[in-house]
């Protein structure tokens, strides 16, 4: 019997999960993670439909996830909470409904609960603490960090007078989330899928076994909104694409993203310090993005907060472009002096939705005593009295218009033209290897790492 391409990439990833721990450790890109329990992977399976072989550790590696940096955090648990300390020994646990209030105290975490069922009912003083939610019947435990729930287990330790809140999860658990937090969920599921492929490879690459944490939760990193950003189309992205990474060579690839190009995706040379074989510049399909084509009115009190040190803004020159169109470096022009800045800083400044963008002056409008110089006059005794001088006009501060196109830095794949291409009947392998070009899509396996690049880890927006 023929045995189909899906079929033998899943007999591919069966080979590579049977490999022994160790070697999968040795990659560098499965380093070890902390201790889970093993009802862990059978809750990761149960919830997307995974299959419990391929949720193992191996392949399924725990990820480091930052959510907050708060001088005080609100904690609680679907189910209730077990606390721990930096070693794993509970401290106390806490039923359904009751709530941990954090802080920092003295370079310290201060945990007052509300209510405990076991151990101490005081106030607690550590300088780690690990929250585990306690089992749940019928469904996943949770933890609610502030507005929003999260899977997993959170850490918290402090650094530099707050609270740093961290989510401890598995891979496969952690992705339905992420592609409903940056997609919407009722998009085909091809393009759910290609963002599922993309997010995997990109949260893989970027694991810092030595750092604090692995990943931001914004668009810093990639957007990860808990489990209200999940559903059953995100999950079932998952569930059909698991374990499938983007290989070029014998590594992942930085499998950056963002919303829409406006038109063309961008060389990640023109924006980062190095230009990448898969990051090139390659013809988009956004034209059906609501932000294909946009303008945003640069007001005088808007352009004077942007640049102070030159007294606001009259006019904004572009020096350079990429080859895409978008500004390399920009002269902006001031009251009181001039600036020579990057097109990134001058979109970080003025809020733009991207560099691709030209910048035109409003007319001026000048109307009634503005015209004159003068006020209406009056009359009296049959003759008509002499007006005044005319006064100098004076313009108004110069309103500046800016008009552009797309969303995001430009480089890789642009999710309004994974849409379009889902719409045309694209699958998602066809989808992806448009956008990283000479890419695998592949299931992760031993001895896959990431490839030094120099691009900036963080994908944007």
């Given at each position: 019997?023929?045995?189909?391409?899906?079929?033998?990439?899943?007999?591919?990833?069966?080979?590579?999960?049977?490999?022994?721990?160790?070697?999968?450790?040795?990659?560098?890109?499965?380093?070890?993670?902390?201790?889970?329990?093993?009802?862990?992977?059978?809750?990761?399976?149960?919830?997307?439909?995974?299959?419990?072989?391929?949720?193992?550790?191996?392949?399924?590696?725990?990820?480091?996830?930052?959510?907050?940096?708060?001088?005080?955090?609100?904690?609680?648990?679907?189910?209730?909470?077990?606390?721990?300390?930096?070693?794993?020994?509970?401290?106390?646990?806490?039923?359904?409904?009751?709530?941990?209030?954090?802080?920092?105290?003295?370079?310290?975490?201060?945990?007052?609960?509300?209510?405990?069922?076991?151990?101490?009912?005081?106030t607690l003083s550590v300088s780690e603490l690990w929250l585990e939610p306690l089992p749940a019947s019928g469904g996943l435990a949770?933890?609610?960090?502030?507005?929003?729930?999260?899977?997993?287990?959170?850490?918290?330790?402090?650094?530099?007078?707050?609270?740093?809140?961290?989510?401890?999860?598995?891979?496969?658990?952690?992705?339905?989330?992420?592609?409903?937090?940056?997609?919407?969920?009722?998009?085909?599921?091809?393009?759910?899928?290609?963002?599922?492929?993309?997010?995997?490879?990109?949260?893989?690459?970027?694991?810092?076994?030595?750092?604090?944490?692995?990943?931001?939760?914004?668009?810093?990193?990639?957007?990860?909104?808990?489990?209200?950003?999940?559903?059953?189309?995100?999950?079932?992205?998952?569930?059909?694409?698991?374990?499938?990474?983007?290989?070029?060579?014998?590594?992942?690839?930085?499998?950056?993203?963002?919303?829409?190009?406006?038109?063309?995706?961008?060389?990640?040379?023109?924006?980062?310090?190095?230009?990448?074989?898969?990051l090139v510049s390659v013809h988009d399909y956004d034209d059906s993005s609501p932000v294909a084509r946009w303008e945003k009115t640069?007001?005088?009190?808007?352009?004077?907060?942007?640049?102070?040190?030159?007294?606001?803004?009259?006019?904004?020159?572009?020096?350079?472009?990429?080859?895409?169109?978008?500004?390399?470096?920009?002269?902006?022009?001031?009251?009181?002096?001039?600036?020579?800045?990057?097109?990134?800083?001058?979109?970080?400044?003025?809020?733009?939705?991207?560099?691709?963008?030209?910048?035109?002056?409003?007319?001026?409008?000048?109307?009634?005593?503005?015209?004159?110089?003068?006020?209406?006059?009056?009359?009296?005794?049959?003759?008509?009295?002499?007006?005044?001088?005319?006064?100098?006009?004076?313009?108004?501060?110069?309103?500046?218009?800016?008009?552009?196109?797309?969303?995001?830095?430009?480089?890789?794949?642009?999710?309004?033209?994974?849409?379009?291409?889902?719409?045309?009947?694209?699958?998602?392998?066809?989808?992806?290897?448009?956008?990283?070009?000479?890419?695998?899509?592949?299931?992760?396996?031993?001895?896959?790492?990431?490839?030094?690049?120099?691009?900036?880890?963080?994908?944007?927006?």
């Open positions: 019997m023929a045995v189909s391409k899906t079929g033998r990439i899943r007999a591919l990833f069966l080979a590579a999960a049977l490999l022994p721990q160790a070697l999968l450790l040795s990659s560098g890109v499965l380093a070890a993670a902390p201790a889970v329990a093993q009802s862990e992977a059978e809750d990761v399976a149960a919830a997307g439909g995974l299959d419990p072989l391929l949720a193992s550790r191996s392949t399924n590696p725990q990820l480091r996830v930052l959510l907050l940096d708060l001088p005080a955090i609100r904690v609680a648990g679907s189910s209730g909470l077990s606390l721990r300390d930096a070693r794993g020994g509970e401290l106390l646990r806490m039923p359904a409904g009751a709530t941990l209030s954090l802080r920092q105290v003295g370079g310290r975490i201060q945990a007052q609960p509300s209510a405990v069922t076991k151990g101490n009912s005081g949770s933890l609610q960090i502030e507005s929003r729930r999260y899977r997993g287990r959170l850490q918290v330790r402090v650094e530099a007078s707050k609270l740093r809140a961290i989510n401890v999860i598995a891979l496969e658990t952690y992705l339905p989330s992420v592609v409903g937090s940056e997609m919407p969920a009722s998009w085909p599921l091809e393009a759910l899928r290609a963002q599922a492929v993309a997010a995997r490879t990109y949260a893989l690459r970027h694991r810092r076994p030595s750092a604090p944490f692995d990943l931001h939760s914004t668009v810093t990193s990639q957007a990860y909104k808990g489990l209200e950003a999940e559903t059953a189309s995100t999950r079932e992205a998952v569930r059909s694409t698991q374990g499938l990474v983007l290989m070029h060579g014998n590594s992942l690839i930085n499998a950056v993203f963002h919303s829409s190009s406006g038109g063309n995706t961008e060389n990640s040379g023109d924006l980062w310090s190095r230009q990448l074989p898969y640069l007001s005088p009190q808007m352009l004077t907060g942007a640049f102070g040190e030159i007294g606001g803004v009259s006019r904004i020159d572009v020096l350079s472009t990429t080859g895409s169109g978008r500004v390399r470096q920009a002269r902006v022009i001031g009251p009181s002096g001039a600036l020579v800045i990057t097109g990134a800083q001058l979109r970080s400044r003025l809020g733009l939705r991207s560099t691709l963008v030209r910048f035109e002056a409003a007319p001026f409008t000048f109307t009634g005593a503005a015209l004159t110089g003068g006020t209406q006059l009056p009359v009296g005794m049959g003759s008509v009295l002499a007006p005044p001088p005319p006064r100098p006009l004076v313009p108004p501060s110069p309103v500046i218009i800016a008009v552009g196109r797309g969303f995001g830095h430009g480089v890789g794949m642009s999710q309004w033209g994974a849409y379009a291409l889902a719409q045309q009947g694209r699958r998602f392998e066809q989808i992806l290897q448009h956008y990283y070009r000479g890419v695998r899509v592949q299931p992760l396996r031993a001895g896959t790492g990431p490839l030094a690049s120099g691009v900036a880890a963080g994908r944007g927006s």
